[in-house]
């Protein structure tokens, strides 16, 4: 839950990119960028994830 960027080696802005893209179209969630950037760890991401689905 604490994991971030910096802990996974050669991980960068494509690989941000990537991974919000799949998560958006596999789960069918949608963020804003100034959500995307406002994710603090993979926690935070899997929180907004969570409330996201619970609201749909």
């Known amino acids: 839950m604490e994991t971030t960027a910096r802990d996974v080696p050669q991980w960068d802005s494509l690989s941000n990119v990537r991974l919000m893209v799949l998560i958006e179209q596999e789960l069918a969630v949608r963020f804003s960028t100034?959500?995307?950037q406002g994710f603090k760890n993979l926690g935070?991401?899997?929180d907004a994830v969570v409330?996201?689905?619970q609201n749909q």
């Open 34 to 36: 100034a959500e995307v």
């Open 44 to 46: 935070s991401l899997i």
């Open 51 to 53: 409330k996201r689905k």
